[in-house]
């Protein structure tokens, strides 16, 4: 018997969102540090595709869609497509589940994970100014720098990676429709997963 855990009190945060962006707005500004030092602004990638991911290690529903390989395939997806993925971690350093720079990026080794860049968000301002809720959660950012995408990565809200094969991934297919030259024809969904410990 298969076992779902949508494992209510982890996620599916409703905590803070202080604005939520909504598809057709401009994408917030942001400014973060990478993994590596280096500083990182959303300015600085205008005039291209941009994913933005929200993660947290040690959550189930981020462990289900990286310990099966989906998110990096999907992250593979958008660099052979020259879109830019941004992964990003908004927990506090108060709180356990929060990773030093050096652990996050041993942690994208050992799952083999393929963003254009990797960075933490540990003032949560990044992730306040999206609205950002769970981890995972996922917004498709157009070159002019309006917001396509907001929500979750697919239609099956468990921490179960055998749902996969069967889901829609609505940011890859939100990526492909873009690529063809379509609109996004999901453009929001309600994320699933842990709640994000601003």
């Known amino acids: 018997m ?11 945060g409703f905590a803070l969102a202080a604005h939520a962006v909504a598809p057709g707005d ?7 540090v990478e993994l590596g030092g280096k500083t990182l602004t959303l300015d600085s990638l205008k005039g291209r595709w941009v994913v933005l991911e929200w993660t ?17 395939a999907t992250q593979k997806f958008a660099a052979d497509n020259r879109i830019v993925w941004v992964q990003l971690n908004s927990t506090s350093p108060r709180h356990k589940d929060h990773h030093s720079p050096a652990r996050m990026r041993d942690w994208n080794v050992a799952m083999k994970a393929v963003p254009a860049s990797a960075a933490l968000d ?24 309006k917001v396509v995408y907001n929500g979750a990565i697919d239609d099956r809200r468990s921490a179960d990676p055998a749902d996969i094969p069967g889901a829609r991934n609505h940011i890859r297919m939100a990526m492909a429709e873009v690529l063809a030259g379509k609109p996004v024809s999901v453009a929001a969904t309600t994320p699933y997963g842990c709640s994000i410990k601003y």
Do not use: W
């Not at 869609?65 to 989906?70: D, I, R, V």
């Open 56 to 72: 947290n290690p040690e959550c189930p529903f981020v462990q289900k869609h990286y310990g099966s390989g989906n998110m990096q």
């Open 26 to 32: 401009t994408a917030p500004g942001f400014t973060v």
């Open 122 to 145: 540990e003032s949560g301002s990044a992730g306040q100014a999206y609205g950002a809720k769970t981890t995972p959660h996922l917004y498709l950012i157009d070159p002019a720098g």
């Open 2 to 12: 298969k076992t779902r855990a949508f494992l209510p009190l982890l996620g599916l």
